[in-house]
């Protein structure tokens, strides 16, 4: 099941990504999709521009800053 990574550094497990407004509300704007070999991270395609804060647990994932809450879910998960 998918989880939420938030900035926080709370972690929501089991979130519900069944439709594309449920992932947009999860990390608050258009979404982007990073595969990591079994895994999908997806991320707000702004988060920079807008100056979200550091995601450091998706951060550690994916080796690389990331920033703003983080759905990380299996790539069979996403429709």
Same mark, same amino acid.
């Given at each position: 099941?998918?989880? =939420?990574? &938030?900035?926080?550094?709370?972690?929501?497990?089991?979130?519900?990504?069944?439709?594309?407004?449920?992932?947009? &509300?999860?990390?608050?704007?258009?979404?982007?999709? %990073?595969? %990591?070999?079994?895994?999908?991270?997806?991320?707000?395609?702004?988060? =920079?521009?807008?100056?979200?804060?550091?995601?450091?647990?998706?951060?550690?994932?994916?080796?690389?800053? =990331?920033?703003?809450?983080?759905?990380?879910?299996?790539? &069979?998960?996403?429709?």
């Amino acid at each position: 099941m998918a989880r =939420l990574l &938030k900035s926080s550094g709370e972690v929501l497990p089991n979130v519900d990504i069944s439709s594309l407004k449920k992932m947009q &509300k999860l990390v608050q704007g258009y979404i982007e999709f %990073i595969y %990591i070999k079994d895994k999908i991270l997806i991320v707000n395609e702004e988060g =920079l521009l807008d100056q979200l804060p550091p995601n450091i647990e998706a951060s550690r994932i994916y080796g690389k800053p =990331l920033v703003g809450d983080v759905i990380e879910c299996g790539i &069979k998960e996403v429709n």
